[in-house]
Each structure stands twice: as C-alpha cells, then as structure tokens.
C-alpha cells in the first residue's frame, strides 16, 4: 500500500532536507527542500533533472541564503497542501512541494531556480500537468540516496494494483510497458488523447510533444483529461498496453521504448467492456443488449433500452442521435462524443406523462452529459465534492453556490450533473440534474397567483420521487428577489421545509446577502458553497481543456503560449471580471478576429498565438501592442531609461528606485509590495512625476494609478474611508476608497501624497500593507497589494533644507553654490524620523530625497512641455516651431524659481505661449499646415507669429 508513503512523503522530504543542511553545515531554507525533490526522484525529481538540475547543482545556485520570511519551511509545506487540494489530491506529494516552491518568489528555492536560468514558466506548466493528470508521469526508478535508505523515499505516484495479485502479478506498476488501455471504441488513445495534440509525455522543455497548440481529439472517445465525469472512472482491472497485437508487453524492465511513454488511460470502461476472467477484453464485440425496458427512475414505464426514435427523450431539449445495436455512443450534433449510448441514457430521461411542468421548463443536465453535450469540467473537484455531499444529507440539502460572476458557478453545476452518472448505480433510481431558467419559470404568471400555481405544480410532480431530481435555478435571487416574490418565496419555503425539493442555486455574494441572508428562515435552508476565482494555474489548465471546443467553433488552433498570455495579461488588465471568463473572452474574441483575416492555405491550421492575443488585449487596454509583446526582463533592465524619460534629473534616485523595483521583480521580496518607497522634497521638483513614471514603466500607463490626498485623512474617523464602514454604518455595501481600487485593479501605484498630513491611525492602516502585502477591509475580504507599488510623497524638511541654502556667511552674501546636498538630504531625513511613526518609516524600501531643479533642468522641462504643446496642434494641422533663444528667454521671464520647481515654467508657458497661440487660432490666423514660431524679439520678450506654409518653406 502506498498510502503511509504517501502520507509521510513531506515529513520524508523535510527530514532529508534537514539531513543535507546537517551535512553542510547551513541553516535549513527551501533550496535544502529543492534539493531533497531532486534527492528522492520521482515526477518532481525528474522534472528537475530533465533540465540538468540535480542536488549539487541547486545547492550550487545559490550558495546563501537569507531573507526568506517567517517560518520559510512552514510556509512551503502549507502551500503544498493547498495545492494538493486543488489539484483534488489524497495527500500532498514532491510534486505538489515543487509547485508551492515556484509560486513563493520570496523563497530562496524560487531565487536559485530563476539563477539556474531555467524557464520557470515551462517548469511550473509541466509540474501542473502531471499534478492536474494532463500527462501521466513518467516510470523512473528511486534514486538511492547516500545512506542506501530507498524504501522510506520510495515515490509514491509507482502504486500497485491490489486487483492483480501482488507484485508479482502481470501489469503492475513494476512493469514500465503496461501503462492503460489500448485503443478502441470510447477510449482515447495515441498522439491526438485527451484533446491535446502529441502529449505523450514531458519533454526537457517542460511539455509533451505537440505542446504548442491545443486540437480537438479525433477519435471516438477523446475527451480533455482531468474532466469531472463519467470518463473517469477508472476500472478494477489494468488491460493490456496500448501497442499493437495488444496483450502484455515481454519488454525487459529496463528497455526502453514506445510503450514506456506515458499513455493517458481512459477511465471509463466503455459499453461492452467485461473485465471477467472468461469474458472478452477490449477490442472483442461486444453483446447484444436485452430487448427489455430498462426500470424508470420515476415509477412510470421508461422508454425502450434501444429507442426507436429521439422521441425517447421527449421533455428534454437534448435530442441525441440513435445508435444501432452494438455501436456504442453516437456523436452527437455538438461534434463532441457522447459519454453513452442512448440506450444507457435513456434512464436519464425525464417522462413527460410524470413530469409535464419540468419537461416543459427545464432542461435535463445529467441526460445531456451522458451524451456529450456539456463542456468538461477542470479545477472544481473540490467545489463538486461540497455539493455532492450537502445533497446526500438528510437535512438542509439546499447547496447555494456563491462567487463573483465569471468564476464558473454554472460549470460546477454541470460538473454535478457529470458527476451524478459516475455514482449512479445499477438497477437503483438515479439522481438527475434539472435546470430551470428563471425567466422561463416567471413568463406568464402576471396574474396573481399563477405563480404559485406554477410552485405547487412542481411540489406535486417532484414529491412523487423525493432526492431522484435535483433543480439547478441560476441567479436563484431573481426567483426570490422577483416581481412575484411573496408567492415564489412562500411556496419555495414550503418545500425545502417540508424536504419536498432538492435545489442547487446560484447567485453572487452581494446578492445572496441581500435576498437570502437578510431572511433567516430561507437562509437557514441553504448550505452555502464558495467557488472563489480559480489561481492562473488553474485558469491556464481549464483553458487548455476549454480551448478545444473553442478552436473547433473558430476553425483554427490556440498555442499554449497564447492560453498562458491570455491568463496573465488579463489579470494585469482586466482587473474589473473574474478569472476565467475573462481571459476566455480574449480568446475567443482573438480567434474570431484571426478567423476573419486568416488566408485559407490548404493542408495548415491557423494558429492563434500571443501576438493575436496581443491585439485584442491591447485594444481593450487601450496601450500599444509592443509594449505587451516586451517581455519583462527587457523592460526591468532597462528601468532607469524608461524612468528618465518622463523624469528631468534626480538620476541617482531613480536608479536606487530602478534597483529596488529589479530585486523585488526577480522575486526576492516575500509576500511584500513590489516597492515602496518615500519621496522626500520641496515642491515642484518631480516627485509626483516619479510616481506616473513608475506606473509607466512598469504597468504601461500612467493611469495605472490611485492618487489619495492624505490631507483628507486627518482625523481618526478617516480610516473608514480607506477600507469601508463597518457593518451597521452608512456606506458599508461601497466599500473603501483605496480597497476598492485596489480589488479592482490590483496592478497599479498607489500614491500617497502628503503623508505628513493624515493622522496616526490612518498611517498605522498601511502597516501591514507595507510588511505584509494586504489589507483587511470593513466587510472582512483581504484586499492583495503583492502586485503594487506604493509611494508616499511629503514635503518634510523642506523648510529645514532652505534655511540651509538661505544661511549667509560673515559679511556680504550669500555662500556660493549653496550647502553640500548630503547635508541637505541629512536635514529632510531627519525631519521624516521625527514626524513618522517609526514601525511605519521601517517598512519602506527606499527613503529618497529630492533636491531642487537646476537652471539646466528646468530648460530641459521647458523642452518637454512645448514637446508636448507640439503634439496638441498637429493634431490641428498646425506646426510648431521653437527658436533656442525663446527658452532661456522663458527662464528669465519668471520659468525658473528654485524654490518652486518646474510649476513656474509651466505658469510661463501657458502666459507667454499658449495664450498667444488661442488668439492666432480663434482670429484664424493659425490654419492647417501653417506654422506657429516662438522667438524672441529685438527686447528680448517672448512673441508668437503666424507663417503660412511658404513662409515657413522659404525660411
């Protein structure tokens, strides 16, 4: 039995980690973790050495450690077990540690990988597979460790079948050949299985051959992998190798060949497979059905277990094809197989003479699952379990699903409909899930009391076969929160007091506490289901199954490059929906456009790669496509340019800025901001300007950006505005001003101006946002700031630091060139320490300080702004054109002020410039293609003139 092994598989790993930072002579970190993966073997182990990354190797990579947060070894097994849980794991593995040691970028597991020079993208893509059962793991023996202990670290994923006798038996797991079934009807099998093109096994890349594009499998039984179904069930019994002449493969256990790749083992026996010791295996005929009537659930004569007609399934919208005797699952309109013949699925059926209201209302989920109608299910085991188990209780068997919308509620549904055929038993009344749209449920009952009349029917017709139908009602709050709400919730309570009704709702969080928990009585009638938005790895694999019926409908192909851009981007810029819907509306919206402009070459699939998806998110951002197709590692090390652009001077602030914004990219922050900094000096000098860069450079707009005046947070009461009133207070369902922002875009700067102003508990709010990366808001939901940069701007010192400039020496004058900038910057630092709070000011990354502008800086601004001025009247047609002189004239008609800035400039500019500039253009002196020439006159004053396009030609 593995299960002890499995079980014990982190104490094992931990223990020999410890061993190996013993043996060393180092404190115990997570790279001693990575190591020990490597150690043992296994899938995460070989994953490591198919990119040469054995122990000495990590150990190599990096030599210290330090920094790596509170309790680092803890914080890595939990992870693991969480991802154990959502991959819908018995117990965490190697494989589950590897993927928590990737996702941590403050750990110095992550750091060693990223100083390896692996592509931890491919890394975390193949670790996902195997753990989400996308590909099966390859067959590799333990490695034996120094001490020769091989039983304790034994992989756990090489299991025995206790249904072939020992190991001893043919077709154990010590038989590397016998890896499934072979192919035959309702099976997937070779290069096209699972729906993924060529996956046979994980490459040193990282993903299985045929990686780069998801294509809808061929053959009679493909079906994406990891699916909540029927096709996943797996059998008692393991059949031969899927080779040709089948039967057990006589390869010796160390040759290697085309049966050792992993084959991905279809679940679900198809119909008139027989698993018996004198029947027949796969690939025999198999027999012909009984010419009988299979038992109705519902207590009423069912339709023949061969229909003659689809009229078998009158009722249901779902109208398969008939197959023949002995055929099998018929391919239904859809395109995609169907999981059982319509003989097996005729025991779904509603009968429409037991049922007549929900024949005519709803629609028959479980009965479209068994023929294929329903899109697979990934990532919501866990969700589907819950429901599955408040359904069987006894009482309060009302689950409610409650999540934000996009996140998949109706595919949970549909995955509980897949799920009822797998418990279904034989000879025993099935569970079907029926769903009722509200609308269609509501239509017609304007008169008072047809509603209820409509209710009672339904009670009726369900209480002949109490627990066999389950209603599935979406947006269950329109139902109850409708027009005819008194009479549908009276008889709606009614009937799940009585127990006369099983009902899975749907509705979003804000609307469930709104209708239902403001009423005790229905509330207490529900169990309350999260489906939280799925993690991008999540959302990367249930794309990757989804893409199929998408890339069928478009006619074309979706690279896994363009499913993983299509995640990530739509986090970053889609921060207002929900994960997955809106990175599959990407997808689906590029496919279209790449569709329509495709060329039809024959014999080549149109691809849908990260360029197209590109577009599409480049025109819903609103930014330029290059700057998405930039990769980051570009755009970091060239940080202090991107910086300087929009920033005159400064530069060794900005490169302290560029640095702390590299370290924290590389990963090596914790659970912290990207950065945090402080900015410190006299006004005007491009502190603010600083911040737009950041937001700029990294975020790709200046936009990305909450600017909050703490000068509004003075008193104590304040800090509500910042994370929302507390229950019971007005404004409570708005939330804050800042965690909204955030929640809605959680890529951004956020910018505190004039911290120096907000009173102590709002400044003590930040704390944990600073050292911790969260802030908890007045309704309870933590709000993540890891993916912001925080800036605090203050003028502190400000006054301390011109005292200096202004201080004169013994007799005439002031001292020439002023005071040394450090003892400048030594006076603003002081004056921060003393008006902070010292917690606060000891979690910022960077305190910098700004000096004053010099006379050539604010002629460089000076440059910028007519820059800009220019780009305004081009778009008028109109040139502007900027003699030399006009801009030391500007610097001393009142542009340069050192102790204000560049604000003078800017003042000038719009005085001497602009203004002039709206005379020419109302007198309609300035028309297109004409010239606009700013010069100096014989007085040295700043004039504006007109020229026609020959005269700016001829000059």
Known sequence: MNSPRSHSELVTL???????????????????????????GGPGGELLHDRRLDEEAILKACRSVDDEGADPIGRAMSSARDVAKRAAAKEPTALHLLLALLSDRGAGAHRALLQSGIDLARLRTAALQIAHGVVAPRRTSTRA?????????????????????????????????VTGLSSGPGMASGPGVAGVSGVTGVTRDGLGRGHASVRRGTGPGARPPNTVGPANRPPNTVGPANRPGGGLSTRPPGAVGPADRPVAVPLFPPPGWRSDAGGQGRGSTPPAPPATTIASPFGVPAAPAIPAAPAAFAGDEVRPAVAAPGQGATQPATGRPALLPPAMAAR????????????????????????????????????IEQVLDVIAKRHANNPCLVGPAGVGKTSVARGVAQRL????????????LVEIVTSELLAGTGARGALAERMASLRSELRETPGSVILFIDEIH?????????????????????????????????????????????????SVVEVEEPSEEDAFLLLRNVADGLGTHHKLDFTDEAIATAVSWSVRYLPGRALPDKALSILDLAGARTRRRATPVPGKSVEVGPPEVAEVVAAIADMPVERLLETDRERMLGL??????RVVGHDEALGRIARVLRRNAAGIRGRRPIGSFLLLGPTGVGKTETAKAIAEALFHSPDAMTRLDL???????????????????IGHEAGGQLTEAVRRRPYQVVLLDEIEKAHRDVLEAFLQVLDEGRMTDGRGRRVDFTNTVIVLTSNLGAAEASALRSERTVGFGRKEGGPPPERLGEAMLGAAKAALPPELYNRIDEVLCFGSLSRDEVAEIAKRLLAGLEEQLEERGVRLAVEPAAIEALLEAGGFDAAYGA?????????????PLADLILRGELEEESTALVDVDEEGQVVVDALSRATAEAG
């Open 14 to 40: 931990r223990k020999l980690a410890q061993d190996l930072a013993t043996r060393r002579k180092e404190r115990l970190s997570s790279v001693h973790l990575l190591a020990a993966i490597a150690a043992r």
């Open 145 to 177: 460790l120094p001490e020769g202990d091989t039983e304790a670290l034994r992989p756990s994923w090489r299991t025995e079948s206790p249904s072939l006798g020992g190991p001893g038996a043919t077709g154990m797991s010590g038989n590397p050949s």
């Open 348 to 383: 779904f059926a509603l009968d429409r003479a037991s049922f007549p209201v929900l024949s005519a209302l709803g629609r028959n989920l479980t009965l479209a699952a068994a023929m294929g109608e329903l899109d697979p299910v990934v990532g919501r085991e866990h969700e």
């Open 421 to 432: 055929l797998e418990v279904a038993e034989p000879g025993a009344p099935p569970q079907v």
């Open 478 to 526: 329109e139902l109850i929160g409708g027009g005819g709400i008194d009479e549908a919730m009276a008889e709606l309570k009614l009937a799940l007091s009585r127990g006369e009704i099983c009902l899975l709702g749907a509705t979003s969080p804000e609307e469930y506490r709104k209708t239902i928990e403001t009423d005790p009585a229905l509330a207490r009638r529900f």
């Open 640 to 645: 202090e340019q991107l910086l300087a652009d």
């Open 711 to 729: 000068s509004e947070y003075a008193e104590a009461h304040a800090v509500a505005r910042l994370v929302g009133a507390p229950p019971g207070y």
């Open 903 to 915: 604000r003078p400039m800017r003042r000038t500019i719009a005085r001497l410039i602009e203004a």
